[in-house]
């Protein structure tokens, strides 16, 4: 049992000859990661890091059976790829394109309704399960196989939790980065309640940022639903009003976007908070010792 990702799963990558595209299939690969092909309009019929070449998603999922895919296109294409990947019926499509613009993702956003597709991304790192498949840019040698999910707004420190978490001795089970874009594919909320539900992970790093309401809503859930110990941590302490840091959903627009708001309405939803990246790891292994001593 994992979350979204396995040894199982049969990736192609959209964008597949390009720079980026071929960087990261070939880091994917290197990690055990099934990739099964690659898709580049006008190319269909080559081959690629001795993978088929597809000219269309349809293609590549009728002759591998593709039901992950990730892409690597240009912002001005990314959200025509991401509906493309939903027609042909992959069941988990990451888009690591950042720059995609709102109105596309609003269209693709509404096209995933009522579709059996769930979009991780745009503008993210990506999804990995430890030791079994690596659907993203992270660096996968950080990642070492645990019982601890990470679901995170930042590429950055999703690595750092991950590191802290293994330093720390417990390993990760999968790890989420959900993006930080204003409109994204699976908010912080959905990606939780995955790792809730999942029976190899013990307990949950969730780091999020200033902008929106998504850490939130997912607090409240964790509030009325929550089975595992949550370690939190909200990034942009310090970012003044109305100015956008890093991301582009990092932006203060209302009393419930600042850090400070954030980590408060955290903390009231059960959520272990920590006031400094540096302390995520060690938090989470305090927290869970602690939750087996009152066991």
Same mark, same amino acid.
């Given at each position: 049992?994992?979350?979204?990702?396995?040894?199982?799963?049969?990736?192609?990558?959209?964008?597949?000859?390009?720079?980026?595209?071929?960087?990261?299939?070939?880091?994917?690969?290197?990690?055990?990661?099934?990739?099964?092909?690659?898709?580049?309009?006008?190319?269909?019929?080559?081959?690629?890091?001795?993978?088929?070449?597809?000219?269309?998603?349809?293609?590549?999922?009728?002759?591998?059976?593709?039901?992950?895919?990730?892409?690597?296109?240009?912002?001005?294409?990314?959200?025509?790829?991401?509906?493309?990947?939903?027609?042909?019926?992959?069941?988990?499509?990451?888009?690591?394109?950042?720059?995609?613009?709102?109105?596309?993702?609003?269209?693709?956003?509404?096209?995933?309704?009522?579709?059996?597709?769930?979009?991780?991304?745009?503008?993210?790192?990506?999804?990995?399960?430890?030791?079994?498949?690596?659907?993203?840019?992270?660096?996968?040698?950080?990642?070492?196989? =645990?019982? !601890?999910? +990470?679901?995170?707004?930042? #590429?950055?420190?999703?690595? *750092? @939790? &991950?590191?802290?978490?293994?330093?720390? %001795?417990?390993?990760?089970?999968?790890?989420?980065?959900?993006?930080?874009?204003?409109?994204?594919?699976?908010?912080?909320?959905?990606?939780?309640?995955?790792?809730?539900?999942?029976?190899?992970?013990? =307990?949950? !790093?969730? +780091?999020?940022?200033?902008? #929106?309401?998504?850490?939130? *809503? @997912? &607090?409240?859930?964790?509030?009325?639903? %929550?089975?595992?110990?949550?370690?939190?941590?909200?990034?942009?302490?310090?970012?003044?009003?109305?100015?956008?840091?890093?991301?582009?959903?990092?932006?203060?627009?209302?009393?419930?976007?600042?850090?400070?708001?954030?980590?408060?309405?955290?903390?009231?939803?059960?959520?272990?908070?920590?006031?400094?990246?540096?302390?995520?790891?060690?938090?989470?292994?305090?927290?869970?010792?602690?939750?087996?001593?009152?066991?």
């Amino acid at each position: 049992m994992s979350v979204l990702v396995n040894k199982d799963s049969k990736v192609i990558v959209q964008g597949f000859t390009g720079t980026e595209g071929t960087f990261h299939a070939t880091q994917m690969i290197e990690y055990g990661t099934q990739v099964v092909g690659g898709v580049t309009p006008g190319k269909g019929g080559t081959s690629h890091l001795e993978r088929p070449v597809f000219n269309t998603v349809a293609d590549a999922v009728k002759a591998t059976g593709a039901n992950v895919s990730i892409i690597f296109v240009p912002p001005a294409f990314a959200a025509d790829a991401i509906m493309e990947a939903t027609e042909a019926g992959i069941a988990l499509v990451v888009c690591i394109t950042e720059g995609i613009p709102v109105q596309d993702m609003i269209k693709a956003k509404n096209f995933l309704q009522g579709s059996n597709t769930r979009l991780i991304g745009p503008n993210c790192p990506g999804v990995i399960t430890a030791e079994e498949a690596k659907v993203g840019i992270m660096p996968g040698f950080i990642f070492k196989k =645990g019982r !601890i999910g +990470i679901v995170s707004k930042s #590429g950055t420190l999703t690595y *750092e @939790a &991950a590191d802290q978490v293994v330093k720390a %001795g417990l390993g990760v089970s999968t790890a989420i980065g959900i993006g930080g874009d204003p409109i994204i594919g699976t908010p912080t909320k959905d990606a939780v309640e995955l790792l809730m539900n999942d029976p190899e992970t013990d =307990g949950i !790093i969730m +780091i999020g940022e200033i902008g #929106g309401s998504m850490e939130a *809503e @997912a &607090a409240r859930w964790i509030k009325e639903y %929550g089975t595992k110990p949550v370690v939190g941590f909200i990034a942009g302490q310090t970012a003044p009003p109305g100015r956008r840091m890093g991301h582009a959903g990092a932006i203060i627009g209302g009393a419930e976007d600042t850090a400070a708001a954030k980590m408060k309405i955290m903390a009231e939803c059960g959520v272990t908070v920590v006031e400094s990246p540096a302390n995520i790891g060690k938090t989470m292994a305090e927290v869970l010792s602690k939750k087996t001593a009152m066991a």
